[in-house]
């Protein structure tokens, strides 16, 4: 039935279900790290706590017309918010129009929706919570019946995906004394192998590798830290995992064709 739908109009209700999903999404990562329950109560202004009524809950339009502030207590309510919910319609979209309809759809979105959430708690509180990590393990090996990458590419995965980055943070820990990966780092990595398989996972680590010493060297550069801050990795792996999920099989036909003579 949905193929009957226009494109434009299929697009569309793809980014508003996306943007509520974002919306869930903003719930998850304020109360997790806070240990709080992510259905109940309903949403409420986490400064005087006055529960929100249906209109001040519309995705992005809602922080818009509210000019970003709460209408009792007139706190400011995070950029987060609309951010989140904008980037997962976003989201949403792009994978509709770029996998279509089925089950390797239901697949990405489930896990980019695990990276967006990871992304921003690691941002704020330097924290993956289990809560979504191990699950995530198990919800992408059972996907991967179905579709891609395949149950075996998928278990090498998480287990090669985990351990690379158990392997790093011991040898790091070994040579520096201190800790510079956690172990939400390494279950992070076992979840994106579980959804990508082993290729894409060691993809995402290069990309994450990457992008996180650059930002690291343009930080130290401006002079914003230290050598010693601790960038969330967690945050990195996201990125890298976005990437390799979309572009990542095109990126490793051209590497290997690179190292051909
Ligand atoms: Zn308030």
């Known amino acids: 039935m949905i193929d009957l739908l226009p494109p434009g109009v299929a697009l569309a209700f793809a980014a508003a279900f996306g943007a509520v999903a974002g919306s869930f999404l903003n719930v998850i990562i304020y109360r997790l790290p806070l240990d ?45 918010y609309p951010f989140v919910e904008a980037l997962t319609a976003v989201m949403f979209a792009a994978a509709w129009w770029y996998y279509g309809p089925g089950v390797l759809l239901a697949s990405r979105l489930v896990l980019g929706c695990a990276l967006i959430a990871l992304f921003a708690i690691d941002l704020e509180h330097h ?28 278990l090498i995965g998480a287990i090669a995906g985990g351990g690379v980055l158990f392997g790093i943070a011991e040898a790091y820990y070994r040579v520096r004394r201190e800790e510079g990966l956690g172990m939400g780092d390494v279950k992070m990595l076992a979840m994106v192998g579980a959804f990508l398989g082993w290729r894409l996972a060691l ?35 996201a990125i890298g995992a976005a990437v390799a999920a979309s572009v990542g099989p095109a990126l490793l036909d051209w590497y290997l064709r690179m190292l051909q003579p």
């Open 36 to 80: 709080k329950s992510v259905v109940w109560p309903s949403s409420a202004c986490p400064h005087c706590g006055r529960e929100l009524s249906w209109y001040e809950n519309i995705p992005v339009a809602s922080w818009l017309a509210l000019g970003a502030r709460c209408r009792t207590c007139r706190a400011s309510i995070s950029a987060r």
């Open 203 to 237: 993809v995402t680590l290069m990309l994450a590798s990457l992008s996180g010493s650059l930002v690291g060297l343009l930080l130290i550069v401006s002079q914003r830290a230290g050598m010693k801050y601790a960038l969330p990795f967690g945050t990195f792996i």
């Open 127 to 154: 924290l993956l919570p289990n809560a979504i990590t191990l699950p995530g393990i198990v919800v992408g090996f059972v996907f991967s019946f179905f579709a891609e990458p395949g149950w075996v590419a998928s």
